[in-house]
C-alpha cells in the first residue's frame, strides 16, 4: 500500500486522543476521515502531516517510515479549514511559496504556478491577493498551494465547512476532478457524511479515537458494523426488538415478526436494534415477501422533492421516518392517518445492541452537531 498507518496511538495528557489506528491506502485513492468533533480525525491527520508525532505505530509512505521525519520533509501537502494565505502576497506568490523555499528555479516556478491557476480556474487571478477573493476562491489557492510542490499524499482538513452550502457543493466536485485527474493519494477529514459519502473511495469512521468501521461510501450506509456508524450515517430509524430466531433471521417487534435477509450475530431470544432507512418503507401492503408494521402519522414535512412522513408505530414507543417523493397530484397523509408500512427483508438490519429508538443521526431534527 503506498499510504499506511499502523498502530498509531497518540495521548496529550492523561487523554488518549487516537486509540491503535491502522489504515492502508493505495496510490491514488481518496479515503475520508468522517466523525464528530473530538473523535480524533484531525489528530490522525496532523500525524500524517507532521505536525504531531504518534506516541507509538508507524507511519509509511510508499514504503518509507517517516513517523518521526520533519514535516517540511515528508513532501506532504495539507490544506486547511482556514486557508491560511498570505494576506501580504499576491495569489501566485502564494502558490509558489512552497517552491520558492524549495530553490525551484523562477522560471519553474512560475510555469508551475501558471499551471496551476489553470487547474483551479483560475488563470487571471495571480496578480490579485487573497482579500480580493471570495471564500471558495481562497480555497482553490489553498489546494494549488498545496499541490504546487507535487506532493506524494495531499491531505484535507474540514476544507469546505467555512462555505455556503452551494459552493461547499461545487467546490467538493472541483476537489474530487482534480484529486482524480493527478491521481494523488488523498485523505479528508470531515463531520458532514455527505461530503464523505460524494468523494471518498473510502470511508473511516471514527469515534472517541477508535476506528466504528473502514469501507466503501456503499458499505458504510448499507451495512454498518456497529450502531455508532448507523447512527451517525444518513438518516435512520432504530427500534427496539427480540430475536426470535438467529439462524432465520427473524426478530419481533411489538408483537410482530419480521424477517431480515440474513442471520443474525446475536442469541435467539436477545434483544436487538432494528435499523431501516427511510427510503427503503414504502406505504402499503408491499410484496409477498414484504415486512409489514401499523401505526399513526405523527408528522409531515415538505422538504422540496420528498414528503418525509413520521409514523408511530403501533405497540411500541418509536416514531419511524419514511420518504417518499413529492407528487404534486397526490395529497400527502394527514396527522393521525393510520398506515401500514412495508420494507422488504433486505432492508432490515440487525445490531445487536440494546435499543434507543427512533429516527437519528442525519433527521433535520436530530442530526449529529
Known amino acids: 500500500m503506498f499510504l499506511s498507518l499502523s498502530g498509531i ?3 496529550f495528557g492523561d487523554h488518549v486522543a487516537v486509540h491503535s489506528f491502522d489504515l492502508d491506502a493505495a496510490e491514488g485513492e481518496f479515503v475520508s476521515f468522517l466523525g464528530p468533533s473530538g473523535c480524533g480525525k484531525t489528530t490522525t491527520l496532523r500525524m500524517i502531516a507532521g505536525f504531531e508525532l504518534p506516541d507509538a ?3 509509511r509512505i510508499a514504503g518509507e517510515e517517516i513517523g518521526r521525519v520533519p514535516a517540511n ?9 482556514s486557508y ?5 502576497m499576491s495569489v501566485a506568490d502564494n502558490i509558489a511559496f512552497g517552491l520558492k523555499m524549495r530553490k525551484v528555479p523562477a522560471a519553474e516556478r512560475k510555469a508551475r504556478v501558471a499551471e496551476l491557476l489553470e487547474l483551479i480556474h483560475l488563470p487571471q487571478s495571480g496578480g490579485k491577493y487573497p482579500y480580493e477573493l471570495s471564500g471558495g476562491m481562497q480555497q482553490r489557492v489553498a489546494l494549488a498551494r498545496a499541490l504546487a510542490i507535487r506532493p506524494r499524499v495531499l491531505l484535507l482538513d474540514e476544507p469546505l465547512s467555512a462555505l455556503d452550502a452551494k459552493i461547499r457543493l461545487s467546490l467538493r466536485q472541483e476537489i474530487r476532478a482534480i484529486q482524480r485527474q493527478l491521481g494523488i493519494t488523498t485523505v479528508y477529514v470531515t463531520h458532514d457524511q455527505e461530503e464523505a459519502l460524494s468523494l471518498s473511495d473510502r470511508i473511516v469512521v471514527m469515534s472517541q479515537g477508535r476506528i466504528e468501521q473502514t469501507g466503501t461510501p456503499s458499505e458504510i450506509y448499507n451495512a454498518p458494523a456497529t450502531e455508532f456508524v448507523a447512527r451517525f450515517v444518513g438518516t435512520l430509524n432504530l427500534l427496539p426488538a427480540t430475536v426470535t430466531d438467529a439462524a432465520s433471521g427473524r426478530v419481533r417487534i411489538a408483537g410482530r415478526e419480521l424477517r431480515a435477509a440474513s442471520a443474525v450475530e446475536a442469541p435467539s431470544g436477545s434483544s436487538a436494534t432494528v435499523a431501516l432507512r427511510p427510503e427503503a418503507i414504502v406505504i402499503g401492503d408491499g410484496g409477498s415477501e414484504a415486512n409489514r408494521l401499523d401505526g399513526s402519522v405523527s408528522d409531515v414535512t415538505f422538504l422540496g422533492s420528498i414528503v418525509r412522513i413520521r409514523v408511530r408505530v403501533e405497540g411500541v414507543d418509536a416514531v419511524v421516518a ?48
Open 9 to 11: 496511538r497518540k495521548q
Open 57 to 59: 505505530g508507524s507511519i
Open 73 to 81: 520533509r515528508r513532501n506532504v501537502g495539507m490544506v486547511f479549514q
Open 84 to 88: 491560511a494565505l498570505f494576506p501580504n
Open 322 to 369: 419514511l420518504d417518499t417523493f413529492n407528487n404534486p397530484h397526490e395529497a400527502p397523509p394527514r396527522i393521525g392517518d393510520h398506515l401500514r408500512l412495508a420494507f422488504p427483508p433486505e432492508a432490515l438490519l440487525v445490531l445487536p445492541h440494546a435499543p434507543d429508538a427512533g429516527p437519528v443521526a442525519g433527521d433535520e431534527s436530530l442530526a449529529p452537531a
